[in-house]
Protein backbone atom coordinates (compact mmCIF):
# COMPACT_ATOMS: atom_id res chain seq x y z
CA UNK A 1 0.00 0.00 0.00
CA UNK A 2 1.41 3.52 -0.74
CA UNK A 3 2.76 5.30 1.99
CA UNK A 4 2.09 2.58 4.72
CA UNK A 5 6.17 1.68 5.73
CA UNK A 6 7.39 -1.91 5.42
CA UNK A 7 6.81 -4.64 7.86
CA UNK A 8 9.33 -5.81 10.22
CA UNK A 9 7.84 -8.38 12.17
CA UNK A 10 4.26 -10.53 11.98
CA UNK A 11 0.97 -8.69 11.20
CA UNK A 12 -2.07 -9.41 12.83
CA UNK A 13 -5.54 -9.27 11.55
CA UNK A 14 -8.69 -8.50 12.62
CA UNK A 15 -10.88 -10.10 10.04
CA UNK A 16 -14.13 -8.04 11.43
CA UNK A 17 -13.30 -4.63 13.35
CA UNK A 18 -16.49 -2.76 14.63
CA UNK A 19 -17.32 -1.31 11.05
CA UNK A 20 -17.21 -5.14 9.92
CA UNK A 21 -14.54 -4.02 7.75
CA UNK A 22 -11.07 -6.13 8.45
CA UNK A 23 -8.30 -4.20 10.61
CA UNK A 24 -4.35 -4.97 10.00
CA UNK A 25 -1.95 -4.29 12.83
CA UNK A 26 1.34 -4.53 12.24
CA UNK A 27 4.91 -3.09 13.66
CA UNK A 28 7.18 -1.11 10.85
CA UNK A 29 10.77 -0.62 10.39
CA UNK A 30 10.83 2.69 12.12
CA UNK A 31 9.46 0.16 15.29
CA UNK A 32 5.95 2.88 14.76
CA UNK A 33 2.92 0.57 15.56
CA UNK A 34 0.61 1.15 12.10
CA UNK A 35 -2.60 0.20 11.45
CA UNK A 36 -4.35 -1.00 7.86
CA UNK A 37 -8.16 -0.36 7.37
CA UNK A 38 -10.90 -0.07 4.95
CA UNK A 39 -12.09 3.25 5.08
CA UNK A 40 -15.26 4.60 3.85
CA UNK A 41 -15.07 4.55 -0.09
CA UNK A 42 -13.86 0.53 0.46
CA UNK A 43 -9.93 1.86 0.05
CA UNK A 44 -7.19 0.50 2.35
CA UNK A 45 -6.38 3.38 4.23
CA UNK A 46 -2.94 3.66 6.78
CA UNK A 47 -2.65 4.94 10.34
CA UNK A 48 0.97 5.37 12.50
CA UNK A 49 -0.32 4.79 15.96
CA UNK A 50 2.88 5.63 17.34
CA UNK A 51 2.67 8.89 15.63
CA UNK A 52 -0.60 9.98 16.52
CA UNK A 53 -0.29 9.17 20.60
CA UNK A 54 3.40 9.69 20.65
CA UNK A 55 3.45 6.66 22.16
CA UNK A 56 6.99 4.58 22.89
CA UNK A 57 8.46 2.64 19.51
CA UNK A 58 7.84 -0.69 19.76
CA UNK A 59 9.86 -3.98 20.36
CA UNK A 60 7.51 -6.47 19.61
CA UNK A 61 4.60 -7.58 17.18
CA UNK A 62 1.11 -5.95 18.18
CA UNK A 63 -2.44 -8.34 18.29
CA UNK A 64 -6.30 -6.54 18.43
CA UNK A 65 -8.89 -7.50 19.89
CA UNK A 66 -12.59 -5.76 20.80
CA UNK A 67 -14.01 -4.85 23.61
CA UNK A 68 -17.81 -3.90 22.80
CA UNK A 69 -17.04 -1.11 20.19
CA UNK A 70 -13.91 -0.46 21.58
CA UNK A 71 -10.57 -1.77 19.72
CA UNK A 72 -7.32 -2.08 21.78
CA UNK A 73 -4.14 -2.88 20.40
CA UNK A 74 -1.69 -3.99 23.10
CA UNK A 75 2.10 -4.16 22.17
CA UNK A 76 5.89 -4.69 24.10
CA UNK A 77 7.58 -1.47 23.81
CA UNK A 78 11.09 -0.89 23.68
CA UNK A 79 11.19 -0.45 27.30
CA UNK A 80 9.49 -3.65 27.92
CA UNK A 81 6.55 -2.42 29.10
CA UNK A 82 3.34 -3.30 27.76
CA UNK A 83 1.50 -0.88 26.17
CA UNK A 84 -1.45 -0.53 24.08
CA UNK A 85 -3.50 2.34 22.18
CA UNK A 86 -7.55 2.52 22.80
CA UNK A 87 -9.87 3.31 20.10
CA UNK A 88 -12.52 4.96 22.05
CA UNK A 89 -15.20 6.42 19.55
CA UNK A 90 -13.32 8.64 17.24
CA UNK A 91 -10.57 9.38 19.51
CA UNK A 92 -7.27 7.61 20.36
CA UNK A 93 -5.23 7.39 23.68
CA UNK A 94 -2.21 5.58 24.88
CA UNK A 95 -2.90 3.45 27.41
CA UNK A 96 -0.35 1.54 29.44
CA UNK A 97 -1.34 -2.35 31.07
CA UNK A 98 -1.64 -0.61 34.41
CA UNK A 99 -3.83 1.83 33.84
CA UNK A 100 -6.28 -0.28 31.47
CA UNK A 101 -6.82 -3.53 33.80
CA UNK A 102 -6.97 -6.87 33.54
CA UNK A 103 -8.18 -7.19 29.60
CA UNK A 104 -4.62 -6.05 28.67
CA UNK A 105 -2.71 -8.38 30.75
CA UNK A 106 -5.09 -11.41 29.51
CA UNK A 107 -5.07 -10.71 26.24
CA UNK A 108 -1.07 -10.91 26.24
CA UNK A 109 -0.78 -13.86 28.61
CA UNK A 110 1.20 -11.62 31.31
CA UNK A 111 0.30 -11.37 34.43
CA UNK A 112 1.86 -9.35 37.59
Excluded at 16 to 40: A, E, K, M
Amino acid sequence: MAGAPAAAGNPFALPHGPSGRPIVDYRGLDRHIHVLWINGSGLWAHTDITALTNAPLSAGDPMEYLKGSTQIVPFRAVDSHIQGAVYAGFGLEPETAERSGVAVRLALGWSR
